[in-house]
């Protein structure tokens, strides 16, 4: 007996079409998730700060590389602290303390008479006047100048040990900007060269990083504008801009 086979034209079509409406969906999904991430990035730049007003950089395709489900172009640029969330004043506030948690006499007076310190800086900081015990550790009061004068390598070695201990409110959470972008971004502060070679001496080196924390040192030399204008610089970072270029469009 002969059997009888099944065609099997209906089920590719039905296959093909399946296939199509499935691709279809995707498309639609992934423009829709773009849609969302670009509408979410747009509210949120909003939201946390405005341009910083330096050119930005765009990457654009020829119109006819756009492939039909378009093409993804972005504009790179720095958001910033609107003004009316800057935050200026002008105070005469000692240097916080430096906090050394757990750590023993003789540790600390190791610290402080390590070569990369000289005698008077020795002399100054380890002066027992201004250290104060506590129970898990010691409080220290450096004079100002002797912090101002510090060299870049006794300042990350000391704020290096400062870092560990979240109570050192600034010497603890310090800028950080890539090596290769400070002098760039220096010079962007609005500080005139005098305060620009005074912030350049209080900086120092961690990694591939620059490294700043001395804000109560640079601040009491400021004018409020340009306070202003350092704090908005010391908030700005980097953001995208995309867009869905769909045809010709």
């Not at 093909?16 to 969302?36: D, K, P, Q």
């Not at 007003?53 to 602290?81: H, K």
């Not at 390590?114 to 550790?137: F, I, K, V």
């Not at 500080?191 to 990083?209: C, M």
């Amino acid at each position: 007996m002969k059997r009888k086979g099944r065609s099997l034209g209906p089920r590719i079509d039905r296959s093909a079409r399946g296939n199509w409406r499935l691709r279809l969906t995707y498309a639609v999904l992934i423009v829709v998730g773009i849609s969302v991430c670009v509408g979410t990035g747009w509210l949120a730049a909003r939201s946390a700060g405005r341009p910083s007003g330096r050119a930005p950089s765009s990457l654009r395709v020829r119109p006819e590389l756009v492939p039909p489900w378009g093409q993804l172009e972005y504009t790179a640029l720095e958001l910033e602290r609107p003004d009316d969330m800057v935050v200026t004043q002008r105070l005469e506030l000692p240097l916080p303390p430096w906090w050394f948690g757990n750590m023993t006499e003789a540790q600390l007076e190791a610290l402080f008479t390590a070569p990369d310190l000289t005698p008077a800086q020795r002399q100054a900081l380890t002066d027992r006047t201004r250290w104060s015990a506590a129970a898990d550790g010691w409080l220290v009061q450096p004079p100002a100048e002797v912090v101002r004068s510090l060299s870049p390598a006794a300042r990350a070695r000391i704020y290096g040990v400062l870092f560990q201990h979240p109570r050192n409110r600034s010497r603890g959470r310090p800028f950080r900007i890539a090596a290769d972008k400070f002098e760039g971004w220096l010079a962007s502060c609005g500080l005139p060269p005098q305060l620009q070679g005074l912030f350049r001496s209080l900086t120092y080196r961690q990694g591939e990083s620059v490294c700043f924390a001395d804000f109560e040192l640079i601040e009491a030399h400021c004018t409020l504008e340009q306070q202003r204008q350092l704090s908005k610089a010391f908030s700005r970072c980097p953001a995208l801009l995309m867009r869905l270029r769909l045809g010709s469009e």
